[in-house]
């Protein structure tokens, strides 16, 4: 049973930083992809960033250079730190996981995860 319980969101002046950690179990195996993606109010899901088991990660072009995904194993958790924030950043954010990776890695396949969490609100202003 795969569990994501995301925290760190906030609220943050234009330029700021934030950190969203997303706690995990039940992502095992050595095969899995994990990913963040993001829904603004009217908007369509956006995927931000993903990750697989080889630490092989991909952004999506709105926050390349900006934010950078990573992962702690030993805590299991995946993190999301997020700089020079914008505007347009704020959104509610979620953690996805696909166990398997059988979607693949990779920012447009994270509507596939079959895992997400609640989310953690993100606003920027």
């Known amino acids: 049973h795969v569990q994501l319980v995301e925290s760190g969101g906030g609220s943050v002046q234009v330029g700021g930083s934030l950190r969203l950690s997303c706690e995990a179990s039940?992502?095992?195996?050595?095969?899995?992809?994990m990913a963040w993606f993001r829904q603004a109010p009217g908007k369509e899901r956006e995927g931000v960033a993903s990750i697989d088991s080889d630490d092989n990660a991909t952004y999506g072009d709105s926050v390349k250079g900006r934010f950078t995904i990573s992962k702690d194993n030993t805590k299991n958790t995946l993190y999301l730190q997020m700089n020079s924030l914008k505007p347009e950043d704020t959104a509610m954010y979620y953690c996805?996981?696909?166990?398997?990776?059988?979607?693949?890695?990779?920012?447009?396949?994270?509507?596939?995860?079959?895992?997400r969490g609640r989310g953690t609100q993100v606003t920027v202003s």
């Open positions: 039940g992502v095992t195996g050595s095969s899995y992809c």
């Open positions: 996805a996981a696909d166990p398997l990776c059988r979607a693949g890695n990779g920012v447009g396949h994270v509507t596939g995860y079959p895992n």
